[in-house]
């Protein structure tokens, strides 16, 4: 009988989501390493099978910004692996124009706030909860959170568009969103988000335009390797820090984030226009749990 734990993690490929596929996959894990691009989430299934042996992780191939990707990803987990005990949602993108996604969203709205609500959803049916602390998620979110807002008139960002002001926008999304679930989820698992500090990794290196680009160049010697920011997100998902739920992390320590990411109506408010916004069928709803029926 399989007695490994499994977990599931977004943008596996890269920086921060492939350092912890792979510090996971050597602590035991089975890792489903979701990626949107074939040829990368083999190379880092390679790697991650070159470090921790070939039955330690699988590829699936589940783009954010197609919500028919995200289902036919989820439509069911292999038979030897059919429970999760892990989510980590850590994919992200920041453009530095504005794009939409296969469903018309804008891009960083539908990536890094809609293609995860949808995917935290689907996959809630599979999620270990027989006790507290036998399941976790792991919302991967930003500092940059404090300076955002959403963006109720605007939310696709039609109006006025800017790369940074899209970016803040979604990592309060993804703080409300895991406060929100937390508060559905009533104890039955753990849900928490990080900030896993600057990353010398992949991120807004090409689609994210100059001053991005600039940033992550000139500043790269003084920011963390995706090793050492993921040993804190690691622990959230595989150690004793993790068993708190609806709690926010700055690397290793618990903090408070922002005073706008507490706001409970604010929460409500997104998780409803999310759930009208992909679309969820009355059976994805009733599968999930997350509804008093
Ligand atoms: N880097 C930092 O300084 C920093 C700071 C604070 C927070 N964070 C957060 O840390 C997380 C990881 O970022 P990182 O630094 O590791 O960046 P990264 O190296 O660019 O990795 C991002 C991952 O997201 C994937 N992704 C992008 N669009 C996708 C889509 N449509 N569908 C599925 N996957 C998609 C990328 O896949 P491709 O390789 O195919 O593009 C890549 O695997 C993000 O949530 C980011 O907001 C990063």
């Keep these: 009988m399989e007695t490994r ?14 350092a912890t596929s792979r510090a996971l996959a050597l602590a035991g894990w089975f890792v489903s390493m979701a990626c949107r691009n074939e040829e990368r989430g083999q190379r880092a299934l390679a790697e991650v099978h070159r470090a921790a042996g070939r039955d330690s992780a699988r590829l699936v191939l589940c783009d ?9 990803a989820t439509t069911s987990l292999p038979k030897s692996h ?36 949808l995917l935290s959803h689907r996959l809630q049916p599979f999620m270990d909860t027989s006790g507290p602390d036998q399941a976790r998620i792991v919302n991967v979110t930003s500092g940059a959170h404090k300076i ?3 963006h109720w008139n605007d939310l696709q960002l039609e109006q006025g568009y800017g790369p940074f002001r899209s970016y803040a926008q ?31 990794s992949n991120f807004g290196r090409e689609s994210g335009g100059a001053l991005a680009a600039f940033i992550f160049t000139v500043f ?16 959230l998902v595989d150690g004793s820090k993790g068993a708190v739920t609806g709690k926010y992390f700055s690397r290793h320590k618990e903090v408070r984030s922002s005073p706008a990411s507490y706001d409970i109506d604010a ?23 997350l509804y008093r029926q």
């Design 5 to 18: 734990k499994h977990v599931w993690i977004t943008g596996a490929n890269s920086g921060l989501g492939l």
């Design 64 to 72: 954010l910004a197609s919500l028919d990707s995200v289902r036919k």
């Design 82 to 117: 059919p429970t999760l005990h892990a989510l980590v949602n850590n994919a992200a993108t920041i453009q530095a124009k504005r794009q939409e996604t296969d469903d018309g969203f804008e891009m960083q709205l539908g990536v890094n706030h809609l293609g995860h609500f």
């Design 148 to 150: 955002g807002r959403i």
């Design 170 to 200: 979604t990592k309060l999304a993804n703080i409300l969103f895991t406060y929100e679930l937390a508060r559905r989820l009533d104890g039955r698992f753990h849900v928490n988000c990080i900030h896993p500090g600057a990353i010398a």
């Design 220 to 235: 790269r010697p003084f920011f963390l390797t995706a090793e050492q920011a993921a040993k804190p997100l690691v622990q």
């Design 267 to 289: 929460a409500q408010r997104l998780w409803s226009i999310s759930t009208d916004l992909i679309d969820l069928t009355d059976e994805e709803r009733r599968r999930s749990g």
